[in-house]
């Protein structure tokens, strides 16, 4: 149509100040694609600076690392983040949580700290009555403390699947009766997903 019309009208083939244009008239260039799960989105601005920092020292994904935080700590929700919440236990017992910014559910023996840990939370009407959660100042020293205790298992896993097996035969997913490694390796391609949209 457009050769048609130049045909038709010699106008058209004038580019003003530049002479005759040659050629088909091309078309302005594609948008990118960009992130519209706005969960993940807001996750990845969230703690995306800090999962990055992780993530290098231990050779694998910022998506592996967003991943494991917003599956272990319910995007943020989770009872041993934020505090105050009305929390249902399996049992059925509703507890008012008490936070701690635990973003990757790492368990803590009362009186002894893990790495980066300020504190413990006891979780209710768990047995044995010393076996609680990390309390940590922030995302970032929470991932740290996660760096430290698992990081060794994780080293430089090239793959989602493979960085999620290798924590499921070191404790994570242990007696929920879920495929851990299946829902995390689609937790993590999830987030890789948007973040090649960035």
Same mark, same amino acid.
């Given at each position: ?48 600076? #800090? *999962? !990055?920092?992780?993530?290098?020292? @231990? ?10 935080? &917003?599956?272990? /700590? ?66 970032? #020293? *929470? !991932?740290?403390?996660?760096?430290? @205790?698992?990081g060794q298992?994780?080293q430089n896993?090239?793959?989602? &699947?493979?960085? /999620? ?34």
């Amino acid at each position: 149509m457009a050769a048609m019309l130049r045909t038709l009208n010699p106008m058209l083939d004038m580019d003003p100040g530049c002479g005759p244009v040659s050629g088909p008239v091309s078309a302005p260039p594609a948008s990118p694609p960009t992130c519209t799960d706005s969960q993940a989105l807001n996750w990845i601005n969230l703690y995306g600076s #800090d *999962s !990055a920092q992780i993530a290098n020292g @231990l050779g694998v994904t910022e998506a592996d690392i967003l991943g494991l935080s &917003s599956l272990e /700590s319910g995007w943020g929700q989770g009872p041993f983040v934020k505090a105050g919440q009305n929390y249902v236990l399996p049992s059925g017992k509703t507890i008012i949580t008490s936070g701690g910014d635990d973003f990757f559910s790492i368990h803590e023996t009362k009186g002894k700290l893990n790495p980066y840990a300020v504190g413990w939370n006891p979780i209710p009407g768990h047995k044995p009555a010393n076996d609680g959660m990390a309390v940590y100042n922030s995302y970032l #020293d *929470s !991932a740290k403390s996660f760096a430290a @205790l698992y990081g060794q298992f994780v080293q430089n896993q090239s793959s989602a &699947s493979s960085f /999620s097996s290798a924590l499921g035969a070191h404790g994570f997913g242990i007696g929920s009766g879920l495929d851990f490694p299946g829902i995390l390796t689609k937790r993590i391609n999830r987030i890789a997903d948007c973040l090649s949209k960035m």
